[in-house]
């Protein structure tokens, strides 16, 4: 179970978070929507460890994450993907893959020079997993490409690979379905699926309505730092205060 | 004329291994440093200090390789929560105050004079002792290069928040390949001292490192054998230059500064037509058939 606690956090005099509480149960998946601006990726980079948030706290089962700090906050088996994919461009799609391995026993200079054969069956085994994870994915016909020649849609399904490599309890995901092709689409929504039935906490920004109503068991909505309503997807579409806010009226039913 | 084929090859040596070592910083893992020169100097001047106060070369050696990570983990230390510009700056900074120092402590490190370092018994001495230096360099820099803690500093040069949200902290990387690439360059210093007699300040400026710099861009930033190519050329050009001054009537001062001059042309010109370098970094490629 992940739990956000009252987060606020202002960058100068903009509450960019407002006491915000949200709660992410593993085996589901919790949806963040909400106008451009009304905090969901100021709300990811906090759990993520990027921003450390003026007040409240966030735990992982009970624990408290180390805030501020995205490596620690990662090697507690928080993964992450951004809005716009970071990949190492000038790496090939398979070496990026690898680079998601955890704990890497590698990538220490001593164990290079005097456990040359700890670190190559480390490597070797996590070939393997790069391997299987790129076939599930799709995408292993492009390993050897280099990661910035990929299409935006790949480039984000390579994100998510690169956060299976380390096994992820909680997965955060900032708008997956952004500027990806329909087929491609069709392809990640099964994929959270996979994911969220593999007991996996998954927390995901999305303005993609139908992806929201179709893979988020809760859905929190965010306006100008503050979650204004939660509930199911179909309770939030029928939720006034959100029909106002964000989704706005179906065409067909405002008032003249 | 074979006695300058000794000389040749073993400047070319050393200034190899102080391109392996700003290619580990730079190349791999995208750390600007712009005194590059400092640990080189921090090895010559361990052995020239060393051998001043009466000691066994392999004093000064010694020195050299415990104090130059030393003063590297003191220059990165506090530049960590900065961004590569001000990166450049502190380390320009730090190789000039180290430079100035020296100048100004006579007693000690000989200030403008220099010191005198005991030389090898014999060019050839100079020549396998420099080339041994290489190859251990050469192969510890390709070790790095392709294992998975190279990797790691490749990511850190493409995105260093996509090292950490992999769960890295990004200044234990930099600062264990720095620690390691400024302890080549001590040894490079030391080989240095001891193969020219001498070390004064002068031979340690801001120029110094931009010729190490113009080796690492023609070569190919990130491939270790590019980097030595680069530094071959750049040697080559440099020691030519008075043959040049043999055939051509012009003063020695021009010609040294007209040196320069073409490093400056060759760094722009790669900038514009060949930022990869003439051999560019190679792509790991993964074989399919070993799964």
């Known amino acids: 179970m992940l739990n956000v606690t009252d987060v606020s956090l202002s960058f100068g005099g903009l509450k960019a978070l407002d006491t915000v509480s949200v709660a992410a149960a593993p085996g589901a998946v919790t949806g963040l929507i909400g106008p451009n601006g009304s905090g969901k990726s100021t709300l990811l980079n906090v759990i993520g460890g990027v921003y450390l948030p003026d007040l409240g706290k966030v735990t992982l089962n009970g624990q408290a994450l180390p805030l501020g700090r995205p490596d620690r906050v990662a090697k507690r088996g928080v993964g992450r993907t951004f809005q716009v994919p970071k990949l190492a461009h000038r790496l090939t799609v398979f070496q990026n893959m690898l680079a998601g391995e955890r704990d890497h026993c590698g990538e220490s200079l001593p164990n290079l020079f005097f456990r040359p054969g700890r670190v190559a069956r480390q490597e070797k085994e996590a070939s ?45 995901l900032d708008e ?51 979650v204004i309503a ?27 | 004329m074979i006695d300058f084929a000794i000389y040749s090859v073993t400047v070319i040596a050393i200034w190899s291994v102080l391109a392996l070592s700003l290619n580990l910083q730079f190349g791999m893992t995208g750390l600007v440093n712009f005194g590059q020169i400092l640990p080189f100097a921090i090895g010559s001047y361990a052995a020239g200090i060393g051998a001043s106060l009466g000691y066994p070369w392999w004093v000064g050696a010694t020195a050299a390789l415990i104090f130059a990570p030393l003063f590297s983990l003191a220059v990165i230390l506090p530049a960590q929560r900065l961004s590569q510009d001000y990166w450049a700056l502190i380390t320009l900074g ?37 080339l041994g230096l290489l190859a251990v360099s050469f192969f510890f820099a390709e070790r790095v290069s392709r294992s998975p803690f190279g990797r790691m500093l490749r990511v850190l040069r493409e995105d260093e928040v996509l090292a950490s949200t992999l769960g890295r902290n990004p200044i234990r990387y930099q600062a264990s390949i720095s620690a390691a690439a400024w302890i080549m360059a001590a040894a490079a210093g030391v080989a240095y001292g001891h193969f020219s007699g001498y070390v004064a300040p002068t031979s340690f400026t801001v120029t110094e490192t931009f010729i190490i ?47 320069l001059a073409s490093f400056g042309l060759i760094l722009v010109v790669m900038f514009i037509y060949r930022p990869q370098g003439l051999i560019p970094e ?5 074989d399919a058939e070993r799964d």
């Open chain 1, 128 to 172: 393997g997993r790069a391997s299987t994870i790129l076939n599930r994915l799709g995408m292993y016909h492009k390993a050897n490409d280099l990661a910035g020649s990929l299409s935006g849609g790949q480039q984000k399904l390579l994100t998510m690979g690169m956060l299976l490599m380390a096994d992820p309890a909680v997965l955060l």
């Open chain 1, 230 to 256: 939660s509930g199911t997807p179909h309770e939030i579409r029928a939720n006034e205060t959100v029909i106002r806010s964000y989704l706005g009226q179906p065409a067909n039913t405002q008032e003249v």
């Open chain 2, 282 to 286: 190679a792509r790991e490629v993964h």
């Open chain 2, 94 to 130: 730090a190789a000039e105050i180290f430079r100035l120092t020296m100048l100004n402590t006579p007693s000690f490190a000989g200030g403008a004079d220099g010191l005198n370092v005991p030389r090898f018994g014999d060019s050839l001495t100079a020549l396998y002792v420099s």
């Open chain 2, 213 to 259: 710099w113009t080796a690492v861009i023609l070569g190919g930033p990130g491939r270790n054998i590019g980097v030595v190519c680069g530094a071959i050329i750049i040697q080559l050009l440099g020691v030519s230059s008075r043959f040049v001054a043999q055939w051509v009537d012009l003063p020695s001062d021009l010609i040294a500064n007209l040196r």
């Open chain 1, 176 to 226: 997956p379905a952004a500027g990806v092709n329909p087929v491609l689409i069709e392809q990640q929504v099964a994929f959270l699926k996979t994911l969220r039935d593999e007991g996996r906490i998954v927390i995901l920004i999305e303005h993609n309505m139908d992806m929201i109503a179709n893979v988020c068991d809760r859905v929190y909505v965010l306006d100008a730092g503050s």
